[in-house]
């Protein structure tokens, strides 16, 4: 394969997913709320939350993925223009994948307002603008024109420059989201539903310096819940719809939770679980464990791959890891746990 060739393939893909391909996501996208809608910004228990995502994806091959993410954000409390309360935060990611470390950082502001609708009902809106960073590197590439004809020989030219590609980018990105939430009486069952539109704006980006194409919005649909079966026990089920042009991606999970402690002041429980993603076709199971502690909550992970891509991933996906905790400047008067998180 000649070097214009290869350098060609390496381009199209990065630029294909720009247009089209999934956007960094988690198999734990319950404990990643702002990834998926920013109207769920300051939807917890408390007043400041951090929560930190780690997704290691496809070790078995050389094109794995690495994932970090990390979210702040506060529930101010405050009552702007007697609409509702407003939340505030600031979120960050990174993902890397490939010999050529194409990577995908993004820096972005959150803000939300929320109404109390009814006694146990509420509205949010939420709103997210930043910058994402897109680029790769040539250092550990191989190209043709670096064979001497017996041996790989790095200090030859690639002889790439002719390509007119820029090899970062950086483009202005907006996401905007409604979420409502119902909560059942005296009890811990909850129902909530959420909807956003990532990258509203439809950026321009592109690698190529005479060309540009629009990112095409993500449409997510977020639904959660939880039926309290005993004191003890809960059932809880969550799924997420994304898409984006014509591709499609599902994630549906459903888990118990036990509550050690139930009394919200010191809860205590674990989580078991097992959640399936597919799109056309069948993708990953991922087994899930989480232990809640008070303010703090840790979620496991791991990818078990089924679709066709298990002849080189031998049906290893990805760990992944979820943190999250909680702190709160003063109790509330009549403190209430928030179902959604």
């Not at 809608?37 to 993925?65: E, I, M, S």
């Not at 702040?72 to 007697?82: A, F, G, Q, S």
């Not at 609708?117 to 949010?124: E, F, N």
Request: with cysteine; net charge neutral.
């Amino acid at each position: 394969m000649n070097r214009k060739l290869l350098s060609c393939i390496v381009i199209f893909f990065a630029c294909y997913n720009l247009g089209t391909a999934q956007d960094v996501h988690f198999s734990q996208f319950y404990n990643a709320p702002v990834n998926i809608n920013p109207a769920l910004t300051g939807a917890f228990t408390g007043d400041t939350r951090y929560t930190a995502n780690f997704r290691n994806q496809w070790k078995k091959v050389p094109v794995n993925y690495l994932t970090f993410a990390g979210t702040y954000d506060t529930r101010l409390r405050t009552n702007i223009l007697k609409f509702g309360e407003l939340s505030l935060g600031g979120h960050f990611h990174y993902d890397s994948a490939g010999d050529s470390n194409l990577y995908n950082t993004q820096l972005a502001g959150l803000a939300s307002l929320s109404k109390t609708i009814t006694a146990k009902d509420r509205l949010s809106l939420g709103l997210s603008i930043g910058v994402t960073f897109l680029g790769f590197d040539y250092t550990d590439l191989r190209f043709n024109s670096q064979f001497d004809g017996e041996i790989f020989t790095p200090d030859l030219s690639s002889g790439e420059g002719d390509l007119n590609v820029n090899e970062n980018i950086a483009y202005a990105d907006m996401n905007i989201g409604l979420n409502w939430r119902h909560d059942v009486k005296k009890s811990r069952s909850f129902f909530n539903v959420g909807i956003a539109a990532m990258h509203f704006n439809s950026p321009k980006v592109n690698f190529y310096n005479n060309n540009s194409e629009n990112l095409d919005t993500r449409i997510n649909v977020f639904v959660n819940g939880a039926i309290e079966l005993t004191r003890k026990l809960d059932l809880r089920a969550r799924t997420l719809a994304q898409r984006k042009r014509a591709e499609k991606e599902f994630l549906i999970g459903l888990a118990g939770r036990l509550f050690i402690d139930p009394d919200l002041s010191k809860e205590t429980s674990i989580e078991l679980g097992i959640n399936y993603r597919f799109f056309e076709f069948g993708d990953a199971w991922s087994p899930t464990l989480e232990l809640n502690h008070r303010s703090m909550t840790v979620g496991l992970s791991y990818d078990i791959n089924v679709s066709d891509f298990n002849v080189a991933t031998q049906n290893r996906g990805g760990f992944e890891v979820a943190l999250i905790y909680r702190t709160a400047r003063e109790p509330d008067p009549k403190p209430k746990d928030c179902k959604i998180f």
